[in-house]
């Protein structure tokens, strides 16, 4: 832990970290805020992504052995008072420990194996960066969230979606079953957001993450690859019951209050719902998400 404890919310450091809180300064700097041991734990495992950590005297303590990680990584780490960590943290109550991240998104051609694009941290001078248009990424193409060889078998994919906690979820239930990747399209929650991020419990450094590709562009790519492309949405005419999932598959998952627009639902090869067997009127998008990510992983496993 080098240098004194910083304790003035207002001196440049705390600042420029500060804020990675809003996205214009996240694509800017491109960088952004892990906050949290489990965030902090995953982000150190990718190489050269962790740029530096702030940590109070009793996190420091508590999670001792990720302050030894980062220094063996030679991170700078500052110990920060309650004050600047409150100022810091997106949190009522903050953790102790939050990272200064370099993006670790990817093209989505990368995210899909094709033909990657420019690779390297997105830490300051790096390539990578949080555009809107899905070409550009933040992660080495040699690195830990390439693309897996032999083409994805299970993807998931963001439209509209608008609350970053259930975007964070959705990335967690995608990693936890398996899935090759997670695409945010264009009109979609950023998943740097704070709330996204600590939704994700330390995902979205485990596989290939895209922002800002079309939806068109994503569903064309995705059949390219020979992926059969499903709608989950509450009005479709098949349930999970009904459909073959054993093949290689891509989930469409939408807005939370609206679900997926009529030009998205006709471009998917197939519209399915989740079935309710009990009374409850609906799923949340995040519950339906695992169910429908579960049911492909299961279904492939099995076959």
């Known amino acids: 832990m080098a240098g004194s404890e910083l304790t003035n919310v207002r001196s440049p450091r705390v600042k420029a970290a500060r804020r990675l809180t809003k996205r214009a300064y996240r694509e800017q700097d491109r960088r952004f805020l892990a906050e949290g041991p489990q965030a902090v734990r995953e982000a150190l495992k990718l190489d050269g992504v962790t740029l530096e950590l702030f940590a109070t005297a009793e996190a420091e303590l508590r999670h001792s052995e990720l302050i030894t990680e980062a220094t063996l990584q030679g991170i700078p780490v500052h110990r920060a008072s309650g004050e600047v960590m409150s100022e810091l943290s997106q949190t009522v109550t903050p953790q102790g420990l939050l990272a200064v991240c370099g993006l670790v998104h990817v093209p989505l051609e990368q995210a899909l194996g094709g033909p990657s694009g420019p690779g390297g941290p997105s830490g300051p001078g790096g390539p990578g960066g949080a555009d809107d248009t899905g070409d550009t990424g933040g992660v080495d193409d040699t690195g830990d969230m390439s693309g897996a060889g032999g083409g994805p078998r299970l993807v998931a994919v963001l439209a509209h979606v608008r609350d970053p906690g259930n975007a964070g979820t959705v990335m967690r239930a995608a ?84 679900g997926l627009p009529e030009e998205i639902l006709a471009e998917a090869d197939d519209v399915v719902r989740v079935p309710i067997y009990g009374q409850a009127e609906s799923l949340n998008l995040a519950t339906a998400a695992a169910v429908c990510l579960y049911s492909s992983a299961r279904a492939q496993r099995v076959s």
């Open 175 to 258: 990693d936890a079953a398996g899935a090759d990747s997670v695409i945010f399209t264009d009109a979609s929650v950023d998943p740097y957001n704070g709330k996204c991020v600590r939704a994700s419990a330390g995902s979205l450094f485990h596989l290939p993450v895209v922002i800002g590709a079309p939806v068109s562009a994503a569903v064309r790519q995705l059949k390219e690859r020979g992926l059969r492309v499903l709608a989950a949405d509450g009005a479709g005419k098949h349930t999970l019951d009904d459909v073959d999932l054993s093949g290689p598959t891509a989930w469409i998952f939408g807005n939370e209050a609206w």
